[in-house]
């Protein structure tokens, strides 16, 4: 079993940035790759930037490259997630989520909401 947690979301002005955190535990939670999905009212959970926690290995959503940063920190077990030049589109609620096969265990969310 892995437990995610994200924290980090808020409200901030158009250009601005976030950092998104996801603190997993489990016993194996080095063998997943881990990931950030984000989910906007009315829309389908979107993909968004994905890792392993060697750091040898992102991709990213082509709405977020070279925007936003996904990185990890194997010595707390976390992810995190560097936004910046924020645009409205990206509110959302933003998800942590972690693989073996399937993304198989997902965090509660953590909204983030970007102000024009």
């Known amino acids: 079993q892995v437990q995610l947690v994200e924290s980090g979301g808020g409200l901030v002005q158009a250009g601005g940035s976030l950092r998104l955190s996801c603190a997993a535990s489990?016993?194996?939670?080095?063998?997943?790759?881990m990931g950030w999905f984000r989910q906007a009212p009315g829309k389908e959970r979107e993909f968004v930037a994905a890792?392993?926690?060697?750091?040898?290995?992102?991709n990213y959503a082509d709405s977020v490259k070279g925007r936003f940063t996904i990185s990890t920190e194997n010595a707390k077990n976390t992810v995190y997630l560097q936004m910046n030049s924020l645009k409205p589109e990206d509110t959302a609620v933003y998800y942590c989520?972690?693989?073996?096969?399937?993304?198989?265990?997902w965090g509660q969310g953590t909204q983030v909401t970007i102000s024009s």
């Open positions: 989520a972690a693989r073996v096969v399937g993304w198989d265990y």
């Open positions: 489990g016993r194996t939670v080095s063998s997943y790759v």
């Open positions: 890792i392993t926690w060697s750091g040898r290995s992102r």
